[in-house]
């Protein structure tokens, strides 16, 4: 994930990042001091585990987005990232939430309820697993959760009830704000300067007038449980799990009602794939005008129109995002990338927004607003990370097989040794043997001059050395082996009789257990380090270059 989110940074610059939830997968489970887990799996993990993975998290996308900030590719006030949508495994779902894990979500990533003016588009962030509480029975006192009062749970679903109260002047303040931003307005009005007499009725109004933005910006809403829809409505060719089924016998349409296709609509323990009918009606009738909705949860790209809902463009369109994770049941992970185009003029008005000329020539609200989109969506695909592992593993078996069959034909034509088969000293003698035992040997002076003049050896200088095997060596007191050694090979002398007779096979049977000869162990071990030198020889480059990949780019 941090190679794919330094690639995007690098290639695409986005000006702006959204989270659309489920940050951590066990974020619920890891519990901050003072609350215990009913589960004993998950009682070893504490507040210490989760902030280990929360600073995993800004390791992998918090430091490249401010990396690439610093290296003044944005140096405007409007570059963000926003990561504090909470998702069921951030927090839990509904009842299932415990107030101590959302409020520490919310200080270490941000209120999950919040407006931000973006591209001259109007983004409402909404805390839709928390508004998931709302009718549920609270589990300390079986009370539901829609009644307002001691022993519900409305602790859990009553700051985003009311967020959604205020949206309409929250909305307004945040749009002003960005209005003046925008077009370098000052931040307070211009006051009257001016004198009034005590008795003057303008002293009862205002002395100055309040600036009313006069743009209505397109809203989009993030939302990490998918809104409403029917069973069995189809999520379009873009899903990966399971295209969609196309009708029989009409080319490039598909079924209208394709359960494979959609998102399952059920619920369980700390989870529900969509929002209930009453919650979402709520959200869209608060929240009003909504053109966009993207939400998450699913790990799968879903799109679908919302017909039943009341929106300027005929119909809500909402797209579940993939998981931008391989790990999460998609082989091809993903993300979805937005273009927003929606100038203002002078007058704050859009470039959606519709002329208020309806004579003969104007065109339609709705159809003037279609041939004016402000914003373009793109699935962009990730690498699919199992199949380049698996081609790894193909490579690597592949590569190990020919390095084999390699040292196996080269140990096949490979020239015996030359001690296998022959000696370059003779290691025996052959004569016959006599019944006279052989004369004692006579030491001889160290200083010792033969006749032809030339002097023995000092043995105190140098000693022959001792023979490896039980077959090669003299068999005689070891006092004087060295003199008599040398003697015999200067005299014909009757002391050679006493070196043992050691047969050919002897030899042979001694090599091949040192490891030296052609017998079958000797064999297989000198393949096995052979075999070894190979894969050292091509796999250590081969590793140090992928590393330095991995780090290059």
């Keep these: 994930m941090r190679k794919s989110f330094s690639l995007l940074q690098r290639h695409l610059d986005p000006t702006t990042v959204f989270f659309l939830g489920d940050l951590f997968d066990g974020g619920r489970e890891w519990m901050p001091p003072g609350l215990a887990n009913s589960d004993p799996r998950w009682r070893r993990y504490g507040e210490d585990f989760w902030v280990k993975e929360y600073r995993r998290f800004g390791n992998i996308f918090f430091n490249e987005w401010l990396r690439r900030g610093f290296e003044g590719y944005h140096a405007d006030i409007h570059r963000k990232i926003l990561a504090s949508l909470p998702g069921n495994h ?103 300067h001016e004198v009034l007499d005590i008795e003057d009725p303008l002293i009862t109004k205002s002395v100055h007038t309040a600036y009313t933005p006069k743009a209505d910006l397109p809203t989009v809403l993030l939302t990490h449980v998918p809104l409403y829809r029917a069973a069995g409505t189809p999520c379009g060719p873009l899903r990966e799990r399971f295209p969609p089924s196309p009708k029989p016998g009409e080319d490039g349409k598909y079924l209208d009602n394709d359960p494979q296709n959609a998102i399952k609509v059920e619920a369980g323990v700390q989870y529900q794939n969509v929002l209930t009918p009453e919650i979402s009606n709520e959200i869209i009738e608060k929240v009003g005008d909504v053109e966009f909705v993207f939400s998450g949860d699913d790990h799968d790209y879903c799109e679908v129109v919302h017909r039943g809902y009341t929106s300027p463009r005929g119909g809500i369109r909402e797209i579940t995002v993939k998981s931008f994770s391989w790990a999460m049941g998609v082989r091809e992970p993903g993300f979805l990338m937005l273009s927003l185009w929606n100038p203002l003029d002078e007058k704050d008005r859009g470039h959606a927004a519709p002329s208020k000329d ?38 690597l078996i592949i590569t190990l097989l020919l390095l084999l069959i390699h040292t196996i034909r080269d140990s096949g034509h490979a020239n015996p040794p030359p001690y296998a088969n022959a000696h370059v000293l003779p290691l025996s003698s052959s004569k016959p043997k006599s019944d006279t035992p052989p004369p004692s040997p006579q030491r001889t002076p160290h200083n010792h001059a033969q006749s032809n003049g030339l002097a023995v050896r000092s043995t105190g200088n140098r000693t022959r050395a001792a023979s490896p095997m039980a077959g090669y060596g003299y068999t005689g007191d070891n006092s004087h082996t060295t003199t008599t050694s040398t003697r015999s090979l200067l005299h014909d002398d009757p002391l050679d009789e006493r070196w043992n007779e050691v047969s050919i096979r002897d030899d042979h049977h001694h090599l091949r257990r040192a490891g030296g000869g052609r017998g079958f162990a000797g064999r297989v071990g000198e393949m096995g380090r052979e075999f070894r030198r190979n894969v050292l020889f091509v796999g250590v480059p081969v590793v140090v270059w992928y590393f330095y990949l991995v780090r290059r780019f």
């Design 90 to 192: 951030d927090l839990g779902l509904g009842s299932g939430i415990r107030l101590p894990v959302r409020k520490r979500f919310n200080a270490f990533l941000g209120e999950g309820n919040r407006i931000d003016v973006i591209g001259n588009h109007t983004f409402v962030s909404l805390d839709t697993v928390s508004l998931s509480a709302k009718g549920q029975p609270d589990p300390a006192t079986g009370r539901q959760g829609a009644v307002d009062g001691e022993g519900s749970n409305r602790d859990i679903w009553g700051p985003v009830e009311d967020f959604l109260t205020d949206i309409n002047e929250t909305k307004t303040r945040v749009i002003e704000r960005a209005s003046r931003s925008l077009f370098n307005r000052i931040e307070n009005s211009l006051l009257f």
């Design 358 to 395: 309806h004579g003969r020539n104007s065109e339609p609200k709705q159809e003037q607003q279609q041939q004016h989109p402000t914003i373009q969506t793109h699935l962009c695909l990730l690498p699919d990370q199992l199949s380049i592992f698996i081609r790894y593993l193909v490579l």
